[in-house]
């Protein structure tokens, strides 16, 4: 499609689906945090959407970077040390402060997911989540070769 006459919208809004409860209280580097168990407790109007979500062993989690403030659009990468843009990095610091995080599903207690592998400290609001299947990315994948 070569033409799009729909308003470009200006903002776009979310309201947080739920909350990260963990004891991770403000950011900072710490490896710990992907071997410790976080909740994320969902808004209780919002629970019939986790309906089979105990059958997924991982998840993809939305966030929001709650407590960062600002961006910066090059910086040093801590994983290889090379400097980068925010957008080949996993910075905190980003225009839209989203982090996209993999996790294991450990239980489901009603609106309650026990999750570990989420490095998103306590009370970081959750904008999304979706099943990750590890067949199905890779069979998308291998669709588009
Ligand atoms: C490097 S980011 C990566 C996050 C995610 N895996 C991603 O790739 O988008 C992870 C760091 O973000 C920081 N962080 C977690 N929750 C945050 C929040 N609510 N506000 C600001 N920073 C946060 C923590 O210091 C954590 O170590």
Redesign the pocket.
């Known amino acids: 499609m070569n033409e799009n006459t729909e308003p470009i919208p200006k903002r776009i809004e979310f309201t947080p689906i739920g909350y990260v409860e963990n004891d991770y209280l403000e ?4 490896e710990e ?1 992907y071997e410790k168990v976080s909740k994320i407790v969902i808004k209780k109007d919002l629970e019939d959407g986790l309906y089979r979500v105990e059958e997924l062993e991982k998840l993809y989690i939305l ?6 403030e600002g961006y910066k659009l090059i910086h040093r990468r ?1 994983y290889d040390g090379e400097m980068s843009g925010v957008f080949a990095s ?3 610091y980003r225009p839209n402060g ?4 993999i996790v294991e599903l450990l239980k489901v207690e009603g609106n309650v997911l026990y999750v570990k592998g989420l ?3 306590d ?2 609001p959750v904008l999304d989540i979706k099943p990750y299947v590890k067949e199905l990315e890779e069979k998308a994948e291998r669709s588009k070769e």
């Open positions: 950011p900072g580097y710490n945090i966030f929001y970077f709650s407590k960062s801590r996993r910075s905190p989203i982090g996209l995080t490095d998103a400290i009370g970081t």
